[in-house]
């Protein structure tokens, strides 16, 4: 049985950090890529941040770009997001998904991965 868990979501003032986590289990973690996607109340989920199999190549979109860092940890079945300078702008359920097709780079459409996590809130102040 496949499980992806998010951690580490919480509240912030903005200008602060936050790190996620999202640890994998029932699957060979290392031969996916790693998304991070946020869905915001009435909003449609969006890409975040994702890393390939090695963990060489990351890609963020752009409102993120500089302030958050994607890393992985493929002995510890476990991807991380390092959030800083955070603004109310980010407030959001974050999600951590897995893309299995053996992809060189993370992809950012949330169709072609397969395995989602329950999600984690991250809810930031002004």
């Known amino acids: 049985q496949v499980q992806l868990v998010e951690s580490g979501g919480g509240l912030v003032q903005a200008g602060g950090s936050l790190r996620l986590s999202c640890t994998a289990s029932g699957l060979t973690f290392s031969s996916c890529a790693v998304g991070w996607f946020r869905q915001a109340t009435g909003k449609e989920r969006e890409f975040v941040a994702g890393?390939?199999?090695?963990?060489?190549?990351?890609n963020y979109a752009d409102s993120v770009k500089g302030r958050f860092t994607i890393s992985r940890d493929n002995a510890k079945n476990t991807v991380y997001l390092q959030m800083n300078s955070l603004k109310p702008e980010d407030t959001a359920v974050y999600y951590c998904?897995?893309?299995?097709?053996?992809?060189?780079?993370?992809?950012?459409?949330?169709?072609?991965?397969?395995?989602w996590g329950q999600g984690t809130q991250v809810t930031v102040s002004s």
């Open positions: 890393i390939n199999r090695s963990g060489a190549n990351k």
């Open positions: 998904a897995t893309d299995r097709s053996w992809t060189s780079v993370a992809r950012r459409t949330p169709s072609v991965y397969d395995y």
